[in-house]
C-alpha cells in the first residue's frame, strides 16, 4: 500500500476538546473548550463519565461547525474501554450512522483516514471523528483501581482524561487532509505493559519511513511531525530509529504526550498517553495553528499499542500500529 | 443519510469458513473450510486459539483468491476479546495496512461495508475483511468460564467459534456488493444480557425498514433477508416489528444464529451468536449459493450489541446497530 494523495479537499471545519483536572492546570490547559473540576462531568461512574465527554466534545464540535447531528452522514468513534462502550453509549444521542473503531490510541488519526476516504467516495459529506480516554476508567481497566495507589515505573504514562471531536467535510475553509498512510501492526518484541512508548515507537518509525521515502520527501517539508502518545521515552527511541533510517527529525519532531502535563510539576513519568492525548492535544493547539496560518505543513501519526491485560498476562509482546496524515491550511496543498 | 448504490463493481472474491467442533457438528458443517476438533488450534489459551482462527481464516481466503498478504490494500478486522486481540495477534503476520474496528457482532458486515467504500474511493484494489468469536474465550470475559457449569437462560445464545474472512476487489467475478446502508445506535430499554436478540431486534428493524422504504422495494424483492445472530427470539421480535411496520418479511426472512447448530440435538437455546456467526454461515452458505445463481438478491443484517460486562453492571441498557450490505450474482444488479 502506498501514500494516498486525496483527489478532493477534505476538511476539518471544526473540532472540540473536552479534558479533565489535571489536563486544564497542564501548559495547554487554556485552550480546552470545556473541563470538570472533578472529572465526572455529572456522572456517578468512571465509565459514565467517559461517554458523557464523547457527548459534550461532538456536541461542541457541530455547534461550532453550525449545524445538527443528524445531518452527519456518519461517526467513527473508538476508545480505549472494553467494548468500546464510551462511544457506544456516549453518542447514542446523535441518530447517525455509526462505525465503531479500535486502534487503542492510534484511534483518532484511523478515523481520520475513513472519514477523508469516506468523504472521498463521494457517497459522504460530512463525517465525524471521536474518541476518547479517561484516566480513572483506564487505570482500574488496564492496571490497578487509582484508590490502590500503587507505584509506577518511570517509563509508564498517564492515561489522559479527554475527548476530542472533529467535522470533517467535503467543502469548507480551514485545514484540509491532503495525504495519508494507514499502518500496519508491527511486534518488535517488546512485553513491558509498563514502556508502551517502546512498543509503539517501532510503528511510528515504520509508518513515517515509508512515507518519507515514497513521497520523496524529508522531514525539512514539514514545520511539525507531530506523535500521538510516545512520551519522552518512546519520544527518544523514535528519534533514533529515524536517525538510524537516515532521518533527523530533531528540528521537527515532537509528541502530544510531552506537551499535555507540565512534566516537571506534574508526575506523570514519560508523559501523557491515551485515545484523547493526541485528540485533544493536536485540536486544540495544532490545529489552530495550521487554521491561522501559523503552521505549515504538518504530519500526525497516531500511535495505538495494541494488546490487552490478559494477553500480557499470557505472556505475549505488545504489538503496536501507527497512522499517519498530512494536514496543511486549505489551498496550500495546491 | 441514506442508501448508498455503489457506481462501480465491488466483487466479493473469495472467502474462508475456520470452525470449532460444535459448529462442524452442525448441519452446516460439510460447508466449512477447516476445523479442529479440540477447538483449541494447536494453542495454549482460548484466546491464542481465537487469534489463529484469524490467521488461518485470511490464509484460506488468500489461497483461494490466489493473492498474497503483502498484495492487500488494506485488512479491516474486529472481534469481541477486550481491546480487539483476536485480530491484532492473529493478522501480525500479513503484513498489510490495518484498521481495527468494533462492532460486536455486526463487524464483518461494518467491514463490508468501510471495504467498499473504500475501494469506491478509487486509492483500494484488494481489501480483506476478517472477523472472529471463541466459544470459551467469550464465555470467561462475558459471563463465567465454562468449566464453573453455570445455567443459562433459555433467551440466552451461544457463542460461536468461529472465524470468516472475505477478500473484496474491484474486479472479480463471483457475487458482488451493490448497496449498503450503515446503521445508527438505538436504545429501546433492553437490559438484559441473556436476551440480546431482543436488543438487537429494534436495530436491525430501523435499518431494514428505512432501506426498504429509501429503496421502495419490499421483502417481495429479495431472495433472502439474513440477519447476524438475533436466534430465535430476537428473530420473532424482527417479524413483529416488521409486520408493524407494514413488511411481512415471512417468506424471505432468516437468521444464521438459528441455521449453525441442530437446536433439537444441541442446548444452545436460543441460537449461535457472536462475530464469527454470520460470517462463517454467510461465507459458506449463502455466499455459495449466490455465487452459482442458486439464490437471486439477498440483504445481509449484521447485528451488534453494544454494551459490555460493566455496563450491564451498573444497570445500563443495551445499546444495538445494525449494517446492511445487498449482495448479488456478478451482473445481476445491472
Redesign the interface.
Known sequence: ?SV?RL?NSVNIISSASVVGRHEHEGPLGELFDFWDEKDTFGME?W??AEAEMQRLALSFALSKAGISGDS???IFA?DL?????SS??G??PF??????????CSTVV?GM??AS??I?????SRVADVVSSHNCAAERQYRTPIEYGALRAQTSQWTVTGAGAFILTNAGDGAEISELL????I?LGINDPADMGAAMAPAAADTLVRFFRETKTSPDDYDKIITGDLGSRGFELMSELMFREGYDVSRAYTDCGMLIYDRKKSDVHSGGSGCGCSAVVFGSHFLREIEKGELGPVLLIGTGA??????VA?G?NI?A?AHLVKIVKKGASL
Chains 1, 2 share one sequence.
Open positions: 500500500m494516498i483527489k461512574t465509565e459514565r452527519l452522514d456518519a473508538g474501554l472494553n467494548q468500546c462502550t457506544s453509549y453518542l447514542l441518530n447517525a450512522p455509526f462505525f465503531g473503531l479500535y486502534g487503542a484511523e483516514i475513513l476516504l469516506l472521498e467516495s463521494g457517497h459522504f494507514p499502518g500496519r501492526t511486534d495494541l494488546m490487552s491485560p490478559l494477553t499470557q505475549q504489538p500500529v
